[in-house]
C-alpha cells in the first residue's frame, strides 16, 4: 500500500511540475508566400527589431520613389495641386535606406502590430486593388519619362522574383499587403515594401 501511495504521489507531482504544455505554432511552411506571413508574425510579436530586420531598405528606396511616380501617372486619381508638385519634383533616385527604415519602423505599432495582434496569420490576396498592383511588373512608362526606365527595370527585376501577399490574422485587426523578392539569405527573401490593406 504504501509503494502504490508512493508511486502516485510521484507521478502527480511530476505531472504537476510540467504542467501543461504550451501551445505550439505549425511548422514553418512549404511555399514562400506562406514564409513570408509566418516570419512577419513570428517577428511582430517577438520584437521591432524583428519586424525591420526583415526589410530589404535599399530596395524599399527604389520601389517607393518608382511607385510615386507611377501614383503621378494614374494610379492616385484624385491628388491635390501640392500632391502633383511634389511628385513631379522627385527624380529616379531612391529614396535614403534610413529614411525607409525610420519609416517602416513607424509601421510597427501602427500598422503591424495591429494587424497581427496576437497572432494567427494567414496568407491571401490583398483586399484593396491598389494593393493587389503591388504585386505586379509596372507597365512601360509614357514618353517624357524615360529617366525612370533603369529603376523600373531594376524594381521588376525584384518583383518578378516574388510578389504581393496580403496578411489577415485571427488575432488582429485589419490587414496588410507585404512585398517580397526571394534572396540567397538563410531567410530565403526579403520584403520590399509594406502598405495598409484596410479591413
Excluded at 508512493?6 to 506562406?34: D, N, Q
Excluded at 519634383?89 to 494587424?115: C, D, H, I, M, W
Aim: with cysteine; net charge negative; hydrophobic share 35%.
Amino acid at each position: 500500500m504504501r509503494i502504490a501511495n508512493l508511486i502516485l504521489f510521484t507521478l502527480v507531482t511530476l505531472a504537476l511540475a510540467c504542467g501543461p504544455k504550451a501551445p505550439s505554432r505549425p511548422p514553418r511552411p512549404a511555399t514562400l508566400p506562406e514564409q513570408v506571413v509566418y516570419d512577419f508574425e513570428t517577428a511582430v510579436l517577438t520584437s521591432r527589431d524583428a519586424y525591420v530586420d526583415l526589410f530589404d531598405f535599399v530596395e524599399v528606396g527604389a520601389y517607393e520613389i518608382l511607385l510615386r511616380r507611377y501614383d503621378l501617372l494614374g494610379r492616385i486619381p484624385d491628388l491635390t495641386d501640392e500632391e502633383i508638385a511634389q511628385l513631379e519634383s522627385e527624380g529616379p533616385t531612391p529614396y535614403p535606406p534610413e529614411r525607409e527604415k525610420r519609416n517602416v519602423g513607424n509601421f510597427y505599432k501602427k500598422l503591424a502590430q495591429r494587424t497581427v495582434g496576437t497572432g494567427g496569420c494567414r496568407a491571401e490576396a490583398p483586399h484593396w486593388a491598389y494593393d493587389r498592383l503591388l504585386g505586379l511588373p509596372f507597365e512601360e512608362l509614357p514618353e517624357g519619362h524615360e529617366h525612370f526606365e533603369e529603376l523600373r527595370q531594376r524594381v521588376n527585376a525584384q518583383i518578378a522574383k516574388g510578389g504581393v501577399i496580403g496578411i489577415r490574422c485571427t488575432g488582429g485587426k485589419k490587414g496588410l499587403a507585404l512585398v517580397y523578392s526571394e534572396r540567397a539569405n538563410p531567410r530565403g527573401y526579403d520584403i520590399i515594401t509594406i502598405y495598409d490593406d484596410g479591413d
